[in-house]
Each structure stands twice: as C-alpha cells, then as structure tokens.
C-alpha cells in the first residue's frame, strides 16, 4: 500500500462536549473535506544529508498536539487525514506517492497540509502545487521559510538538502521562488549564487533581524496580489529557544509570534493553497515545544483558511504521468 492510514482513536481523548477539540473536525470521506492533510515518517532524507535522526516520529507527535487543540473560532472547514506515506516504498517511490496524492489534492481545489519528516519532502510538496497551478492566471509563488538554501546537487541522493535544487532545475521560471530566513553560517557561498542565477530571492536573517519578518518580507511581494502560493517551513528556521527538537538548531532564527504575524498576512495577500512543515524532531526536543510549535503553526493555518469558493481558481488539468 503507498499510504497506511492512522487510527483517529489514537488522538481521542475526554473532553467536555461544550470544548470540542480539532479532532472533532475530522472527517472519513475525502471528497466532502476542505483540507487534506498528510504524514511522513521518515527521515532517511535527513540521514543521508549527515543530519540527525528522529523526524520520523514527527506526524505522530504534530498531529496529537493538533488535534487537542481547542477548536475555538475555528472556521467551519472540515479535515480529512489521508494517513503516512508508507515507508515500505523506497525513497524516490515515497516522493513520487508525494506527489500524485497532493496533485489530486489540488486539482479538487483542496488545501494541502503536510507533515514531514525530511526536507526532501518539501521537492514533491512543491511540485506538486507547481505542477497544478504552472498555467493558472497568476504566476505560483513558493515561499521556503528556513534557515538552509536547500540547494544542494543530488550526488549524495535524495537528501533534505536537495528539494529546491530539484524544483528549481526541473520547473525553471515556471514559478517565484523566496527564501526568508537563510542563515550565512548554514550556507555556502557556492549554493547561494546558484539559486541567486536560478532566479530564486533570498532574505537573510539578518536582514529579519534588524528589520522584522513581516518588514522584510512585504515589499518583496508587494507586485503580488492572490497568486497561488504554497509555503515550505523547515522548523530550523525557528530559534533554538523554540524549537529545540530538529536535525540542526542554532540560537538565532525567527521568533514564533513574528512568525504567525507574518502568516496572517500571507493569507491576505496570496492565495495560500498549501503548506508543509518538515524536520520536527520529536526524540531531540524539549516539553515537546518544537511539535507544538508546529502544531500552533497548522492551526493558525486553519484559522486563516477560508472555504473555497466559485471564484476561487482551481488549477489546470494535469498531464497524465
């Protein structure tokens, strides 16, 4: 099987009927949600890139804290939990089982949550949402929160440092490309140009640092205006002192509250079709702040998310593979 399917009881627990919680939102029919949400366990990606194990065990640990989540003002969207990739695949068959299952996401007009796992995953992610949007009106906007390039060549395989590499060779000009919260210790000089010549714009922390996040970024998208966009958030991009539990954290980075401040406004100013969180590493974190952290992440997502309506573009049809 390419997907396993998780079992919701897994994520019930007692609660008063008058504080319903996000796992109520679920749903067990596909075709009637709002938002589609996937899982994978599986951090072979970030192996093969040197970098610490653990991120496998991530789904399970975003999705509890999720799903306990009060549901509050939540809008009235349902959610349907399509399960974990299956890890019996190899990897570039779980990339492609990636792929076809956010593919067929889009192209019913759903969004598309993912949970990782491996950055390596952010490449099917986002070809994906760039494959089913590449000939809307509006040019695709993928926007990579991280404090990596993510850049690197496929000579060491499929890494977790290789997604953007892959997007960027095989779909060139075919969407904008942002990187915000790029940290120069993290990156070589190499890596950088080569995304600057691929077109991609790069935001450092920096930058972040003097200015703010929302500061920064703004004027960058100031042209745009509700273009599809789907966000890629390494959770490395994130402090030290909030996110603990990743393959490698350093003590800058962005700051939580900044962080959703900025989501609002991306939610306002483009069409946010999809978004996955990648390298929460549950056996390296603390209370555990970096799954919540991840968790608060989806949920203010949800919070932002609008039913979608006659108006709304639903991508082209894809060609058959």
Not at 33 to 39: E, F, K, M, N, P
Not at 165 to 194: A, M
């Amino acid at each position: 099987m390419s997907f396993k399917n998780i079992h919701t009881q897994d994520y019930q627990f007692h609660a008063n009927p008058e504080d319903p919680r996000v796992v109520t939102r679920l749903i067990l029919d596909e075709k009637d949600a709002d938002v589609i949400l996937t899982g994978y366990p599986d951090d072979e990606g970030i192996k093969l890139n040197g970098g610490r194990a653990g991120a496998s065990l991530a789904p399970h640990e975003v999705r509890k804290a999720l799903y306990r989540m009060a549901v509050g003002s939540l809008p009235e969207s349902t959610l349907y939990d399509a399960g974990n990739v299956s890890t019996e695949l190899d990897l570039s068959d779980r990339h492609h089982t990636a792929l076809l299952q956010n593919e067929k996401s889009y192209r019913a007009g759903k969004f598309v949550i993912s949970i990782g796992g491996g950055h390596d995953y952010g490449y099917p992610d986002a070809q994906a949402f760039v494959s089913s949007f590449q000939n809307s009106k509006l040019k695709p906007v993928v926007i990579n929160f991280d404090a990596h390039l993510d850049v690197r060549p496929l000579d060491q395989g499929l890494s977790s440092g290789t997604p953007f590499y892959r997007l960027l060779s095989e779909k060139p000009r075919r969407f904008d490309f942002f990187e915000v919260g790029i940290q120069e210790q993290c990156n070589s000089t190499y890596h950088r140009e080569w995304c600057l010549k691929q077109g991609g714009k790069i935001i450092d922390l920096h930058e972040i640092s003097k200015k703010g996040l929302l500061s920064s970024l703004k004027p960058k998208l100031q042209k745009y205006k509700k273009n599809p966009c789907f966000l890629s958030i390494d959770i490395d991009a994130f402090s030290s002192a909030f996110a603990p539990g990743c393959s490698q954290s350093w003590p800058t980075g962005l700051l939580p509250e900044d962080f959703l401040l900025t989501l609002d406004f991306l939610f306002q100013k483009m069409n946010v079709c999809g978004i996955g969180i990648y390298e929460v590493s549950p056996p390296l974190d603390v209370q555990p702040l970096t799954s919540r952290l991840a968790a608060l992440i989806l949920y203010r997502c949800l919070h932002n998310f609008k039913r979608r309506g006659q108006s709304h573009e639903k991508p082209k049809r894809i060609r058959k593979r």
